[in-house]
């Protein structure tokens, strides 16, 4: 009952955009490859269900795929940054610079390295995910309460113990931060691997779409898209309030 | 440290029965200095009774969390030795060090928080748990083993924080100021906490603090850092009655020996204003 009262005031918004969307275009006559009604749009999806369910299936797992992959790097090279002053000094910042390099005009690099398969999309999914992660996990270790590490140490704690009871209980917080926003773009990372070269997948439906002015399928496509972005990023957010739910937000 | 290798370091925690019986703590000759910097210490000597109380009081800046830091194991001295009852050569440390900051994690429940000394010294979890959860009634935490640090008073989250102390210590147990972030009322009945749970464990206890009536009223013995660098502490025996309560600072003695230590404390200041802050 409290969610829904909690949630009610943006189900009533969508609603409200859902009607104005409907009226707007019928009211103004606008041409269905500008904007289709929405009332096509619904009936776009209902239609297609099953090849759209299938598309949505393949970009939804290249995109959890990638993230995977993102966690694991990400983590990895945030130890990596923490454990050695001198990859403080060195992958860090270059970890950091490499986010002025666009993302995009590097993608068509992992078409040429990775082919038209899947492993080009993953690795898009990867460019996008792989900063938040790295960045925001490094950042929790290093600001894990140094008093509390130094009671550890006088109570005899090694550095294994120091990692697994002090240092990654300090950064989860963090890392949940950065993999939040690396879920909610993973799914931006796998429609451009798509639409760089790929058979299917939901990026591919939206553009082939878009080619035939198929204007209602182009925005059922985007609308699973940005269904499924959401739905990664509070999937995230659950994982995040099972693990870190009693502690102080 | 550049100033470690100069000389040569002779730390070692000796056998407990190359100790006399009655020492809780022996430190012997110790000589520190930040890197650049005068020495803290310089040839100081200091032993603790086994299961008496002792405080330090010393002006601010003359090093008395450096000290903890050494004795807790670390920092390590530039030359003296350390020896703790109970201690074995090439064990980890049997000193229970209580930080100012209560240091609880804010990820562990009081129980956990309390158990994290005995799950490092390689006791099972479960037996660890166990333990705490016998303790926690005496320590006047008894019903908060589930709960987590942001749902304690300033009160409470000490009392775990001594607690954790306690159970990961042998005999020696330094506490570095615990109470100072308390308000006054709290800080009171925290004394007279404290005063009760040490009647009943007579643990060893060295205990750091800016309030000279907090000092009197806890201490068997009170120090006072008399120069610096520290090259020996000056020592103020407290031979109030015990059991003793908070009603204690109301005695004659209690006044007689405040004014004492006040004395001792002054000559201290009026040195120290002269040489470097």
Redesign the interface.
């Known amino acids: 009952m409290k969610l829904l009262k909690d949630k009610l005031p943006i189900l009533l918004f969508i609603l409200l955009l859902a009607g104005g969307w409907e009226l707007g275009t019928r009211l103004f006559d606008v041409p269905a490859y500008i904007i289709p009604r929405l009332s096509d749009v619904c009936a776009a999806l209902l239609n297609h269900a099953a090849l759209l369910g299938k598309h949505f299936a393949l970009t939804l797992w290249e995109a959890l795929l990638g993230l995977a992959f993102s966690v694991v790097f990400g983590v990895l090279s945030a130890i990596w940054i923490d454990s050695s002053s001198l990859a403080r000094k060195t992958i860090y910042p270059l970890i950091v610079a490499s986010q002025t390099i666009p993302i995009i005009a590097l993608s068509p690099i992992m078409v040429m390295w990775f082919g038209y398969e899947i492993g080009s999309k993953i690795s898009v999914v990867i460019l996008f995910t792989f900063f938040p992660i790295a960045v925001n996990t490094a950042d929790g270790f290093r600001a894990a309460?140094r008093?509390?590490g130094?009671?550890?140490?006088?109570?005899?704690?090694g550095k294994t113990?120091l990692f697994l009871?002090?240092k990654i209980?300090s950064a989860?917080p963090s890392f949940f931060t950065g993999l939040k926003m690396a879920a909610a773009i993973s799914v931006g990372g796998a429609t451009l691997g798509e639409w760089l070269g790929g058979e299917s997948g939901l990026g591919v439906y939206t553009k082939r779409a878009a080619n035939m002015l198929r204007g209602d399928d182009v925005f059922a496509g985007v609308l699973l898209l940005s269904l499924m972005g959401i739905a990664l990023f509070v999937a995230a957010q659950m994982i995040e309030r099972l693990v870190?739910g009693?502690?102080?937000s | 440290m550049a100033g470690v290798n100069r000389q040569q370091v002779t730390v070692e925690r000796a056998r407990e029965e190359s100790l006399p019986a009655s020492a809780g703590l022996t430190v012997q000759g110790l000589t520190y200095r930040f890197e650049g910097e005068e020495p803290l210490f310089d040839g100081l000597d200091l032993e603790v009774l086994k299961g008496q109380f002792v405080s330090i009081v010393a002006a601010s800046g003359m090093g008395k969390t450096t000290l903890f830091?050494l004795l807790?194991?670390?920092l390590q001295p530039e030359s003296g030795t350390i020896t703790a009852a109970g201690a074995v050569p090439g064990q980890?440390?049997t000193?229970g060090?209580m930080?100012q900051?209560d240091?609880l994690?804010?990820?562990?429940t009081v129980q956990d928080n309390a158990a994290?000394?005995l799950?490092?010294?390689g006791v099972p979890k479960r037996e660890a748990r166990r333990r705490v959860l016998e303790m926690l009634p005496e320590l006047g935490l008894a019903g908060t083993e589930a709960k987590?640090p942001?749902e304690l008073s300033g009160g409470m989250r000490q009392r775990v924080s001594f607690l954790r102390s306690l159970l990961?210590g042998g005999e020696l147990m330094l506490l570095d100021e615990p109470f100072s972030a308390l308000d006054a009322m709290t800080r009171i009945s925290m004394q007279q906490w404290l005063l009760e749970v040490w009647e009943v464990h007579r643990k060893t206890i060295l205990f750091i603090t800016h309030d000279i009536d907090e000092a009197l009223l806890l201490s068997d013995q009170v120090l006072v850092a008399a120069s610096r660098p520290i090259t020996q502490l000056e020592s103020l025996v407290v031979d109030l009655p015990r059991p003793r309560t908070y009603e204690t600072t109301l005695d004659e003695r209690f006044a007689y020996l405040k004014r004492r230590l006040l004395g001792q404390l002054g000559r201290i200041t009026s040195h120290a204003e002269g040489g470097p802050a």
Not at chain 2, 105 to 108: I, V
């Open positions: 309460d008093e509390i130094e009671l550890l140490r006088s109570m005899g704690a113990q009871k002090w209980p989860l870190l009693h502690r102080r | 830091r807790a194991g670390l980890r440390s000193i060090y930080p900051r240091c994690m804010p990820w562990r994290i000394g799950e490092l010294a987590y942001h990961a």
